[in-house]
C-alpha cells in the first residue's frame, strides 16, 4: 500500500537558520507533490505544489524539491521566524484513472522556531 | 471571499447518537472532500464528490458513514449510532481544478463519549 513518511519528531531550530523538512515516499508514483502547514486548531493551508517534471519549486523564503528516483521530497525554510512554527504535511497526489484527487497525507512534522 | 466553512465546530454525541457535520465549500469549486484526523496523524480520505456525484468513497471506514452533496454545493457527513473510535477532527476541503490545492475548513471536532 501507498506510504508516506515524514520526520516523527519534532523539529527545533534557531531564529534565523535554515529549516529543512523531509517527505518519503514508497510504493507509488505521484505526479505532484504538495505541501501544507497546518496551526494548532485549524485546517491544512496549501503551500506549495511541485510537479513530477520540476525539480524544484521556490516561493518567497519557501523551496521545494522533488527527486522521483529518490522518491523523496525535501522542504525547506530559510531565514526562519517564530512565527513559521508549524506542522507542516506533505502529501503525493497520483491522478488515477477512476477521477479521483484525494490527497494522502504523512503524519506531518511539527517545527519549532526558537528566538 | 469567504473560505470553506464547517459547522458545527465542536460536536459531544453520546455513544449510540446520530451525528450530521456540515460543509460549505468555496462557491463554484466542484471537488469536495472530507478527511478524518486523528490526533497527532495527518488527514485521512474519507470520501470526494465531484458536483453532486460521489466518486470515491473508499475511505468511509463503515457503513454508518454517509455523505452526500445533493445539489452540488454544501454537503453533509452523517454517521450513525458513533463509537468512540469517530472521536476525531473531520475536514473539509473544496478544489477548484483536479490536480491543484485544497482549501480546508477549520473542522469539526466530535467527542463520542
Known amino acids: 500500500s501507498q506510504k508516506i513518511e515524514q520526520n516523527s519528531e519534532a523539529l527545533n531550530i534557531q531564529e534565523g537558520k535554515t529549516a529543512t523538512l523531509t517527505c518519503n515516499y514508497t510504493?507509488?508514483?505521484?505526479?505532484?507533490l504538495q505541501w501544507y502547514r497546518q496551526d494548532p486548531g485549524r485546517g491544512p493551508v496549501f503551500l506549495l505544489l511541485?510537479?513530477?517534471?520540476?525539480k524544484e519549486k521556490r516561493k518567497e523564503r519557501l523551496k521545494v524539491t522533488f527527486d522521483t528516483t529518490l522518491k523523496q521530497s525535501l522542504f525547506h525554510i530559510t531565514a526562519s521566524q517564530p512565527a513559521d512554527s508549524a506542522t507542516y504535511l506533505c502529501?503525493?497526489?497520483?491522478?488515477?484513472?477512476?477521477?479521483?484527487?484525494?490527497?494522502?497525507f504523512g503524519t506531518g512534522t511539527r517545527l519549532q522556531v526558537f528566538p | 471571499g469567504a473560505g470553506v466553512s464547517q459547522s458545527p465546530r465542536y460536536k459531544v454525541a453520546k455513544r449510540g447518537q446520530d451525528v450530521a457535520l456540515r460543509c460549505d465549500p468555496i462557491?463554484?469549486?466542484?471537488?469536495l472532500f472530507w478527511y478524518q484526523q486523528a490526533l497527532g496523524q495527518g488527514p485521512e480520505f474519507l470520501t470526494y464528490?465531484?458536483?453532486?456525484?460521489?466518486?470515491?468513497k473508499s475511505g468511509l471506514p463503515s457503513d454508518r458513514f454517509f455523505a452526500e452533496r445533493p445539489e452540488g454545493s454544501v454537503s453533509t457527513l452523517k454517521i450513525q449510532r458513533t463509537q468512540q473510535e469517530d472521536s476525531a477532527v473531520y475536514l473539509c476541503?473544496?478544489?477548484?481544478?483536479?490536480?491543484?490545492?485544497?482549501?480546508f475548513g477549520p473542522g469539526t471536532r466530535l467527542t463520542v463519549t
Open positions: 476541503a473544496s478544489s477548484g481544478y483536479r490536480g491543484r490545492e485544497q482549501y
Open positions: 510504493n507509488y508514483s505521484p505526479a505532484y
Open positions: 511541485i510537479r513530477e517534471n520540476e
Open positions: 502529501a503525493p497526489l497520483r491522478l488515477e484513472s477512476y477521477n479521483t484527487d484525494k490527497l494522502i
Open positions: 462557491s463554484g469549486h466542484v471537488s
Open positions: 464528490f465531484q458536483n453532486e456525484a460521489q466518486l470515491d
